[in-house]
């Protein structure tokens, strides 16, 4: 067995199917499919099971796949060491990351880190989706979900609150909501995927509510919500480090404060895979993103996450 077939299985259970695999190593399917085979009969077992869309490793597959995955680890190690020696810190970092949170929290954050690291080529990457984390082109991803996905290596960055709000002038006019139930006939501002079902998980008192109302405005970009739910155009519900600044001026104003709600779930986490070989660039954009999590954490001693809660609001009309 030599080194480049053991490389060959390492990018096809990385990639998850032979074409993605091909287009990496600049193969075609067939090829790389023959060198599989090839691979099998030296050993003389079944590697990885084949369907129409992914491949899987078998038992001996995975256990040849680690000792793979280490080898290529070491010599991407070798060679960062002698590309970057003498240099200053260099290489590309893809970072991908939600919208609010990339350009409110985040944007700050990272243009502190090019001062400090100029030579590092920042690819950074606005989106909201959950899946397809193990793309080439992203080692970094920032995610609001529930759990974590079990093959990635998850780093807790804190809670997110999702907050009801809306302008001062629409509360002391229009109401906002009482009870859980008023969202259904509010015309709600919400972050949500376009072209599916809204669904708001609701928690108080250690019980779980779950609503599906139906916006009036739907979006991925919460500054967009963010100015619609300011100029009066309905009730906003978007994670607190959002508006927390316009609710602190008495902007905005918050309703059912007593609920923790979420739309695409209660934590943030900042995401790799476990296998990938992490460069210098990348291992200290991870240390500095979870340093600036430790300075949150230092401003609220009591454990508080990154993100500020929510302020008290001053009480607004009653929904009429």
Not at 33 to 62: D, F, I, M, N
Request: with cysteine; aromatic share 6%; glycine share 8%.
């Amino acid at each position: 067995m030599d080194l480049s077939a053991l490389t060959l299985l390492v990018e096809i259970l990385d990639a998850g199917n032979l074409s993605l695999a091909a287009r990496k190593l600049k193969m075609s399917r067939a090829n790389v499919s023959y060198h599989l085979a090839q691979l099998e009969k030296s050993v003389g077992v079944q590697l990885v099971r084949r369907t129409t869309r992914r491949v899987e490793p078998t038992e001996v597959g995975l256990r040849l796949y680690d000792h793979g995955r280490s080898i290529v680890n070491e010599i991407l190690a070798a060679q960062e060491t002698i590309a970057t020696l003498g240099k200053s810190l260099q290489g590309r970092v893809g970072l991908s990351m939600p919208v609010g949170y990339g350009q409110v929290v985040m944007a700050g954050w990272l243009i502190e880190f090019k001062r400090l690291y100029p030579g590092i080529l920042l690819e950074v990457m606005f989106e909201n989706r959950v899946s397809d984390l193990v793309r080439e082109d992203v080692d970094i991803a920032i995610r609001i979900m529930t759990e974590p996905p079990p093959a990635l290596v998850a780093r807790p960055l804190g809670a997110v609150r999702y907050v009801v709000c809306a302008s001062s002038d629409y509360a002391q006019v229009q109401g906002l909501p009482r009870q859980l139930s008023d969202l259904g006939a509010v015309p709600l501002i919400s972050a949500g995927f376009i072209g599916r079902e809204l669904r708001v998980a609701a928690y108080r008192n250690g019980q779980r509510e779950e609503v599906l109302p139906r916006p009036t405005l739907l979006s991925e970009n919460m500054l967009f919500l963010r100015d619609a739910v300011l100029a009066g155009l309905g009730v906003g519900l978007m994670p607190d480090y959002v508006v927390q600044d316009l609710v602190d001026r008495g902007q905005l104003v918050t309703a059912l404060d007593d609920y923790r709600l979420s739309v695409f779930g209660t934590q943030m986490f900042l995401l790799y895979m476990p296998n990938r070989y992490q460069t210098s660039s990348v291992r200290t954009l991870i240390d500095f993103i979870l340093a600036k999590v430790g300075e949150g954490r230092t401003a609220h001693p009591g454990g508080a996450p990154i993100m500020p809660l929510m302020s008290t609001a001053r009480t607004p009309a009653p929904l009429s």
